[in-house]
């Protein structure tokens, strides 16, 4: 005669169980152990879907958060060679000829003779008139109080940057309600 085989119901067998079960915790027991001890044969699949489903979510989350991190290093990457590249244009502009001192805050013209020098003068072209020599006008740039050079197509954003971060220091410093979020909210673009 043969027997059936058949799937213990009853998983009291610590081989077998997923978590260590205390039948009578200090020596009281709250439930019948055979009725919580007992799993369908499909327990563990579907354990084994619920764990694959979270590693599929853990990943996928990992995934988009190191997304953004990737796009948040591209973005400072771009904003670091942004401003090397403004260091080395600010450091050629401070080594053209100059015969006066200059001010921070001030308007300068930067003109480029047939030689090749660079050098800055206080007059714009206009202000040279027709007795203006030969020469390259490259433009005219304000002396900024941190020693940069602000190109004159950008005068009137950077007025405007500097006056929202000097009302900032303002409020901030009067104890005013600053709204930093509102304050920084400018456009960056060069």
């Known amino acids: ?6 799937f213990s119901m009853d998983m009291t067998d610590p081989a077998t169980m997923l978590v260590e079960r205390n039948k009578a915790p200090k020596g009281c027991e709250l439930v019948n152990p055979f009725r919580t001890g007992r799993h369908s044969p499909s327990d563990l699949v579907e354990l084994a879907r619920e764990i694959q489903l979270a590693d599929n979510t853990v990943r996928a989350t990992a995934c988009g958060k190191l997304q953004v991190i990737a796009e948040q ?3 400072l990457q771009q904003q670091a060679q942004r401003v090397l590249e403004e260091a ?12 006066f001192k200059r001010v921070p805050g001030h308007v300068y013209h ?3 003779r047939p ?3 660079a050098y800055w003068s206080m007059l714009s072209p206009r202000e040279w008139g027709a007795g203006m020599p030969e ?12 020693m940069s050079w602000t190109p004159g197509d950008r005068l009137e954003q950077r007025s405007a940057e500097l006056a929202q971060l000097t009302g900032l220091l303002d409020a901030g410093a009067r104890g005013g309600g600053v709204s930093i979020g509102r304050a920084l909210m400018m456009d960056t673009d060069p």
């Open 115 to 117: 030689s090749g020098e």
């Open 110 to 112: 930067l003109y480029r």
């Open 1 to 6: 005669m043969k027997r059936k085989w058949t």
């Open 88 to 99: 080395r244009d600010d450091q050629q502009r401070h080594h053209a000829h100059c015969n």
């Open 135 to 146: 020469q390259e006008y490259l433009g005219p740039f304000r002396l900024e109080h941190d």
């Open 73 to 75: 290093v591209r973005f």
